[in-house]
């Protein structure tokens, strides 16, 4: 029987789990045991990577909890059995025989991402934009009202904002749907802005409000699609080059989503609009080498960093 999950956490050992973990593509920014950015959800201040029981083990206050395994899967999009193959041939670790013994549920990979009670009770109260005024005023102040086709994004007056397991307090917030390549919901995007319309000081203003583990080609769906579409990283820079270029641009929220994203059956041509940064860049970049072959490929990036500042930039 093939080595399960406890018998290579064992093997590996906890220097074993940080060697492997940066070998397959997690930088080793990441891998320190203090809060720092989170390679999976983007989030600046809410990732720790404590090792703390030797099997890789991590903590986000956004994606939660696991063990190398986890990471793995969340950082790339693999399923377990995947990520278990890719630890052993990078560790060396051989398939070997040995007594009948089942995984720990710890290790199990996790159920398909679904909609949170939250995330559906958030939906169900929300409203549209325009009838949120500190909403209103951020896309404004953005350049980016009115839409020009119908959008998809949910606003609400008060949304709870929690950090660290502690309820900070409500604010008004931009809301939207997040989409699996099915177009099933998977979760919501939150923009945590303060009553004047610009995005909240002391925390991170934006995050996804559950996981999306098991879930391809997510992202939040600005428009219908057709034979050609766009997919870009932040929905202020989806907006802004939807309005520049005049095709309908989804937005991926982050550059491991963008890295991932896989668009929907009947798009024949993916425009990518990439972030002016290194990040983005290198995200573009790897959505291209992963979809080459597959589908019409085009990048385009803006003069200046990204396309918002494009779209506000004077003439």
């Given at each position: 029987?093939?080595?399960d999950?406890?018998?290579i956490h064992?093997?590996?050992?906890?220097?074993?789990w940080r060697?492997?973990l940066?070998?397959?593509g997690?930088?080793?920014?990441y891998?320190?045991?203090?809060?720092?950015?989170?390679?999976?959800?983007g989030?600046?201040?809410?990732?720790?990577?404590?090792?703390?029981?030797?099997?890789?083990?991590?903590?986000?206050n956004?994606?939660?909890?696991g063990?190398?395994?986890?990471?793995?899967?969340l950082?790339?999009?693999?399923?377990?059995?995947?990520?278990?193959?890719?630890?052993?041939?990078?560790?060396?670790?051989?398939?070997?025989?040995?007594?009948?013994?089942?995984?720990?549920?710890?290790?199990?990979?996790?159920?398909?991402?679904?909609?949170?009670?939250?995330v559906?009770?958030?939906?169900?109260?929300?409203?549209?934009?325009?009838?949120?005024?500190?909403?209103?005023?951020?896309?404004?102040?953005?350049?980016?009202?009115?839409?020009?086709?119908?959008?998809?994004?949910?606003?609400?007056?008060?949304?709870?904002?929690?950090?660290?397991?502690?309820?900070?307090?409500?604010?008004?917030a931009?809301?939207?749907p997040?989409?699996?390549?099915?177009?099933?919901?998977?979760?919501?995007?939150?923009?945590?802005?303060?009553g004047?319309g610009?995005k909240?000081a002391?925390?991170?203003?934006r995050?996804?409000l559950?996981?999306?583990?098991?879930?391809e080609?997510c992202?939040?769906?600005?428009?219908?699609y057709?034979?050609?579409?766009?997919?870009?990283?932040g929905i202020?820079?989806a907006?802004?080059?939807?309005?520049?270029?005049?095709?309908?641009?989804?937005?991926?929220?982050?550059?491991?989503l963008?890295?991932?994203?896989?668009?929907p059956?009947?798009?024949?041509?993916?425009?990518?609009?990439?972030?002016?940064?290194?990040?983005?860049?290198?995200?573009?970049?790897?959505?291209?080498?992963?979809?080459?072959?597959?589908?019409?490929?085009?990048?385009r990036?803006?003069?200046?960093k990204?396309?918002?500042?494009?779209?506000?930039?004077?003439?």
């Open positions: 029987m093939s080595l999950a406890a018998a064992a093997q590996l050992g906890a220097e074993g060697e492997a940066a070998a397959l997690v930088d080793e920014k891998l320190r045991n203090k809060h720092g950015p989170c390679p999976v959800c989030g600046k201040d809410r990732f720790r990577f404590d090792n703390k029981r030797g099997r890789g083990d991590f903590y986000c956004q994606c939660g909890s063990d190398g395994f986890k990471l793995i899967m950082t790339t999009g693999c399923s377990f059995a995947d990520a278990r193959k890719r630890v052993m041939n990078q560790s060396g670790i051989e398939q070997t025989q040995q007594s009948t013994r089942t995984v720990s549920r710890e290790t199990e990979p996790d159920e398909v991402a679904r909609p949170t009670r939250r559906t009770a958030l939906l169900r109260e929300s409203c549209k934009p325009e009838d949120c005024e500190p909403v209103m005023r951020y896309l404004e102040s953005r350049s980016l009202w009115p839409m020009t086709r119908e959008h998809g994004l949910r606003a609400h007056p008060s949304v709870e904002y929690w950090h660290d397991r502690r309820r900070i307090g409500v604010f008004p931009l809301v939207a997040v989409r699996d390549i099915n177009a099933e919901l998977v979760t919501v995007h939150v923009t945590y802005l303060d004047n610009r909240i002391d925390y991170e203003a995050k996804l559950s996981g999306l583990v098991g879930r080609g992202a939040v769906r600005l428009g219908e057709s034979e050609s579409l766009g997919i870009a990283e202020e820079t907006l802004s080059a939807e309005k520049l270029h005049g095709i309908t641009v989804w937005a991926a929220l982050n550059t491991s963008l890295a991932r994203f896989t668009p059956r009947g798009v024949t041509k993916l425009v990518i609009y990439a972030d002016r940064d290194v990040a983005g860049l290198d995200a573009a970049s790897k959505l291209m080498e992963r979809l080459q072959g597959r589908i019409h490929l085009q990048i990036m803006p003069q200046s990204d396309w918002n500042d494009a779209l506000r930039a004077p003439l």
